[in-house]
């Protein structure tokens, strides 16, 4: 009966990038983590980053704008890193994401969430499920799993391990 209740809680935590909002289910998320240095990746795709030291353990970062095709912008106080739980194929792969804000944790149903229209190729819709009317706006609902390509996060975890001896920052825990 517990299992029930847990698998029906519909909790995001939402994000902002830009003036848009987005939001990502609680399940995926690892952790929060205030902005650090991050050790860039030499020849790495535009999107990513670099990397940093997250207990003992080197974390892929990537700037979640870049990623879905929106202009950089400067990193102020309320810039911060969701590390996020991906499935690969069965394996569990950490990755962080730059965002401009964390805004909160929210409970949507899922006949508050609405199908996607038709946005054109400004997002790829195969990363997002639906959007969802809170509060007279509109929260882009993704499915975090699919944000990546399999050749991605290959990608992504072969650039970290091959820079896990460079990465000299301090360890965040």
């Known amino acids: 009966m517990e299992q029930e209740k847990t698998s ?5 935590l939402t994000f902002k990038l830009g003036d848009e909002e987005f939001a990502a289910h609680v399940g995926k998320v690892l952790n929060i983590l205030e902005m650090t240095k991050i050790t860039t990746v030499p020849k790495a795709p535009d999107y990513l ?4 030291n997250l207990r003992g ?10 990623k879905f095709g929106m202009p950089e912008a400067e990193y102020t106080t ?5 590390v996020l739980d991906i499935d690969l194929d069965g394996d569990s792969v950490h990755v962080g994401a730059i965002v401009d804000s964390v805004q909160a944790v929210l409970e949507i149903d899922n006949n508050q969430i609405m199908p996607l229209p038709t946005l054109g190729s400004r997002y790829k819709s195969e990363f997002i499920i639906g959007m969802a009317k809170i509060d ?5 609902i993704l499915n975090m799993d ?3 390509s399999i050749d991605e996060i290959t990608n992504l975890k072969v650039n970290a391990e091959m820079n896990a001896d460079n ?6 825990d």
């Open 167 to 172: 990465v000299n920052v301090e360890k965040i």
């Open 49 to 52: 980053k670099g990397v940093i």
């Open 146 to 148: 699919a944000v990546f």
């Open 136 to 140: 007279e706006k509109f929260i882009i």
């Open 8 to 12: 029906k809680i519909n909790s995001y």
């Open 57 to 66: 353990a080197v974390l892929p970062v990537i700037d979640a704008r870049i």
């Open 78 to 82: 309320n810039t911060c890193i969701i």
